[in-house]
């Protein structure tokens, strides 16, 4: 299976991810994580990766899809993946399709984590990383809001789109994803 996971910061995505990839046995492609990775590992690209993710901005497409096409071309991508934060502008989308359609190998399904922005500020601001002041929280949301939202509409459009109710327990907003998942495979 091959899958996007779109959702705000705070909506609870990571968690879910962790869990899904070991149940459908997926890679499990976090740009976050890769972004953080290179940043500790003081590369070129984590340097000027840190310039706008310390300020809750998102990276430069072209960094990012460059980042997606080395890992996506590894190996273990081959039995299926799950992009968790990628792609998160329309720009990023269209970079993406245009891989895969070369690949030939299109995505099988979109979900949403929907959860409202009230509580994300709240669950945001009681995390307490280092990178989450309230300053910086709100700009990720308005960079959610402004450039990632729009992703909805497009994957809805290419009939990929499945939301989920993001509020519950862990156990509950897994079990939703699983009755969506067990359909889109069937
Ligand atoms: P995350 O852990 O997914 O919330 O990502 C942390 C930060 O990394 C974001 O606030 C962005 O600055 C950056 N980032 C991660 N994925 C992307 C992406 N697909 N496009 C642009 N910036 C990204």
Redesign the pocket.
Known sequence: MRMVFIGP?GAGKGTQAERLIEKYKLAHL???DM?RAARDAKTEVGKK?DE??SS????PDEI?VAIIAERLAQPDCEGGYLLD?????IA?AEALDQMLAEKKTPLDVVLELQVPEDELFTRLAGRGRADDTPEVIRQ?LVAYREQTRPLLEYYGKKGLLKSIDGLGTIEEIFERTVIVLDEVAS
Do not use: E, H, K
């Open positions: 910061p976090s740009t976050g972004l990766a706008y993710m809750g901005q998102l990276v990012i934060g990628f792609p998160r502008t990023q990720r």
